[in-house]
């Protein structure tokens, strides 16, 4: 889950410029390897989390609002496990 809530917000922050985010940016800002950030990207497209369009280079990545609204309840729940200290 951390790893999911960690490319969303990736996206969120800085795909929200020019039309989304490339998966290059994605990889150095993520820090996830190549095969598992596209396996990644496929499952949060298909569950509606992320809008994907495709451009000459590839592909590009904008959070959807199902996307938000799905950071906001991790979030609410990362601060609620760590208030009992436990780790997210």
């Known amino acids: ?3 999911i809530a960690d ?4 996206v969120r922050d800085f795909g929200a410029n020019e039309g ?3 998966v290059t940016i994605l990889l ?3 820090n996830v390897p190549y095969s598992r950030l ?5 499952d949060l497209v298909s569950s509606g989390l992320l809008e ?7 592909s590009r990545y904008k ?3 199902k996307g938000l609204h799905f950071l906001d309840g991790y979030e609410k729940f990362s601060e609620f ?3 009992f200290g436990l780790r997210t």
């Open 1 to 3: 889950m951390k790893i």
């Open 7 to 10: 490319v969303l917000i990736t």
């Open 20 to 22: 989304g985010i490339g």
């Open 28 to 30: 150095r800002k993520a």
């Open 38 to 42: 596209v396996r990644i990207l496929k």
């Open 52 to 58: 994907q369009s495709i451009v000459e280079r590839g």
């Open 63 to 65: 959070i959807s609002q």
């Open 81 to 83: 496990a760590q208030s």
